[in-house]
């Protein structure tokens, strides 16, 4: 079966450092890859993807990600972080093996960036 | 850029009573999606629709739950006598094709409570 893990409820971080955000995924055949962030009282919005092509991917907000196939991770980053990013971010998986259609989520990682 | 419209925003009811959730997916999408958030858990898969009937759901979605898309716009989710434990967010996403390269695009959410 797919899974995607998150294993950090709570990512702390300082303004301006880097930050990263850790998902690692189960699926059997290729994995389509993808990163959503949920800001309070808001819904899900799309941060970026992995289809094929380039390991590191970029997206919205100066977020990327890089896929490693072998390590089977697909880790969220940037460079800088701001306080605005704060919010909570879901990892997601599309693969063959379950179902055609849906995704499957992370549990979902608490990004808290402070001033 | 085109949004997945969720309504109400936030409905409250009490337990046993029918609710109808309510979606307007982006015009020119073909596979339309309801997932859920109870809060503070992971965002899970309840269905999927496409060409009027349901392709694919999940163990959570049992009698209780049906989908319609009753004007060629709307795409509506029913929970005929809600319990408590369906107190949730409740997320509408449609997205152009199944195949993996797209994502989706979700709306903002129902938050749903059964008291």
């Known amino acids: 079966a797919q899974s995607v893990a998150q294993p950090e409820d709570q990512v702390n971080v300082a303004e301006g450092n880097p930050l990263t955000v850790k998902c690692t995924y189960s699926?059997?055949?290729?994995?389509?890859l993808f990163w959503y962030v949920q800001y309070p009282n808001r819904g899900l919005q799309f941060l970026l993807k992995?289809?094929?092509?380039?390991?590191l991917v970029k997206g919205s907000y100066g977020f990327e990600a890089e896929f490693n196939k072998s390590q089977t991770s697909f880790h969220l980053k940037k460079p800088s972080a701001l306080v605005s990013d704060s919010a909570l971010y879901f990892c997601?998986?599309?693969?063959?093996?379950?179902?055609?259609?849906?995704?499957?989520f992370g549990t979902g990682t608490r990004l808290l960036v402070s001033p | 850029e085109p949004e997945v419209t969720q309504t109400p925003s936030h409905q409250v009811t009490q337990m046993g009573q029918e609710v109808i959730l309510r979606c307007v997916p982006i015009?020119?999408?073909?596979?339309f999606y309801w997932y859920r958030q109870i809060l503070g858990q992971k965002v899970e898969f309840l269905v999927s629709?496409?060409?009027?009937?349901?392709?694919?759901k999940s163990e959570i979605f049992d009698d209780q739950f049906s989908v319609e898309r009753p004007d060629g716009s709307n795409f509506t989710l029913k929970i005929r006598s809600t319990k408590l434990e369906d107190s949730a967010m409740y997320f509408c996403?449609?997205?152009?094709?199944?195949?993996?390269?797209?994502?989706?695009?979700f709306g903002s959410g129902t938050r749903l409570t059964v008291v």
């Open positions: 996403a449609s997205s152009e094709q199944a195949g993996n390269p797209y994502g989706y695009t």
């Open positions: 699926v059997s055949g290729n994995p389509y």
């Open positions: 992995y289809i094929t092509g380039d390991n």
């Open positions: 997601a998986v599309k693969g063959w093996d379950t179902g055609f259609q849906k995704l499957v």
């Open positions: 015009s020119n999408h073909l596979y």
């Open positions: 629709f496409y060409n009027n009937e349901i392709s694919e």
